[in-house]
């Protein structure tokens, strides 16, 4: 009767069964979900958890284990299901919050307690489910038919916890965490990483073993959850989710386009390339703050030849800024419009219209989709302002034909 609890900062959804093994400290699983499962305890038993003279901090006997990690993205109060696919299972739970020092060398050496617990037996009313409740009194439930709950958490911003699940029965169907943070007004002013529903789940089922991972933070090292597009993994799809943390497979020689949105902060948007080395990275994207003047540079825009229509290909690129603008309904922008015009006088005037209508053609495309007008000011630059004046290659004749968004 217990399951596991879990999540990395604020991810939703999954539902395919997860069969790494992932049975030490130093092999946790990343949360990056508050949905996670069916997991299933394999591998080997960790002796280091297994102390039985002390019933109630520490498992009575060696059982296969599954190791989970996640850091609090907001002041909360912490409180998660384990939920088996066997109503007839047992699985029992110790949480840990680390320190600074190296917490996986402390925990096999004992130095650091778990701060909950539990190691109840199951029955028929509660169909094998344990976790955190906030109706929970007891902090570490001994074995025998005691409650099923341990008492719920409250967490502070930037903690890191660890959740391990002994499967004490053996089992091979697993189970599934259900991860809860509550906010809590009296204890915290900071509202702008608080995410009190379910937040969209990736489109795809995540991968059994990722090898790149992305890392949401705001200008304070903290992860805040954003709006996350991925152009270049799947063929002719994106990858779309609201998250701080995300995991997935990237194969040799692949490049894809990272694009991040969120709330009261500046988009960012970069590319990452692997190469014939497929081990584990890890990207950190770190937001900063909306400040007026500063610029967005729509990379990948493309228009027709000598006219003013949006190629599809510009898709990403556009939706890109769209979020930016709906999530931050209060800025306005200037929409500024460049040509690749040769800056000969006899061209000047059409490469200056030719860029008006490219501004007012993106002003159109966000505006179609929700954006207000008068949020929205357009200014064709015609050629006057090209990055390269004389470009050698089509990589710096498209450079020169860009669309850059001004706050105002």
């Not at 009194?137 to 959740?163: C, D, H, Q, W």
């Amino acid at each position: 009767m217990k399951q596991a609890l879990l999540i990395a900062a604020f991810l939703w959804g999954i539902t395919s069964v997860y069969s790494q093994e992932h049975a030490t400290c130093d092999d946790a699983i990343p949360l990056t979900t508050s949905s996670y499962g069916p997991v299933i305890a394999r591998g080997w038993a960790d002796s280091s958890l297994c102390v039985p003279n002390d019933e109630n901090m520490y498992f009575g006997k060696s059982h296969k284990v599954v190791w989970f990690s996640f850091v609090v993205p907001y002041d909360t109060v912490l409180t998660f299901d384990i939920l088996p696919v066997n109503a007839a299972d047992d699985f029992d739970f110790m949480l840990f919050q680390a320190g600074k020092s190296d917490f996986c060398r402390q925990e096999k050496q004992r130095k650091i307690k778990p701060v909950r617990t539990n190691f109840a037996k199951p029955t028929r009313f509660n169909k094998g489910i344990t976790g955190l409740s906030e109706k929970a009194t007891e902090a570490m439930v001994a074995p025998g038919f005691n409650s099923p709950y341990s008492s719920a958490l409250t967490i502070k911003k930037g903690e890191r916890y660890y959740l391990v699940v002994d499967n004490y029965v053996d089992t091979k169907e697993g189970f599934t965490l259900k991860l809860h943070l509550r906010f809590d007004a009296k204890t915290t002013k900071d509202k702008s990483h608080i995410d009190t529903i379910p937040v969209k789940a990736p489109p795809i089922e995540p991968v059994s073993h990722p090898n790149f991972f992305i890392h949401v933070l705001d200008s304070a090292n903290h992860p805040i959850k954003a709006t996350l597009t991925l152009t270049g993994v799947l063929q002719d799809k994106s990858i779309n989710a609201d998250t701080a943390n995300y995991s997935l497979r990237l194969e040799k020689y692949q490049t894809i386009n990272i694009r991040v949105n969120a709330p009261g902060h500046m988009p960012y948007q970069s590319s990452y390339s692997t190469t014939g080395d497929t081990s584990s990275a890890t990207f950190f994207v770190r937001l900063q703050p909306i400040r007026t003047s500063q610029k967005i540079t729509l990379k990948d825009i493309q228009f027709g030849e000598n006219s003013p229509i949006i190629l599809p290909i510009s898709k990403p690129a556009l939706d890109y800024v769209l979020q930016f603008l709906l999530n931050n309904p209060k800025v306005k922008v200037i929409i500024k419009g460049y040509t690749n015009g040769s800056g000969n006088s006899g061209t000047q005037n059409y490469d200056q219209i030719l860029s008006e209508k490219r501004a007012n053609a993106v002003k159109n495309y966000l505006a179609a989709r929700g954006v207000d007008k008068k949020r929205m000011q357009c200014i064709g630059y015609g050629s006057s302002e090209m990055i390269y004046a004389r470009p050698a290659n089509k990589e710096q004749q498209a450079a020169n034909r860009r669309v850059e968004i001004e706050i105002q």
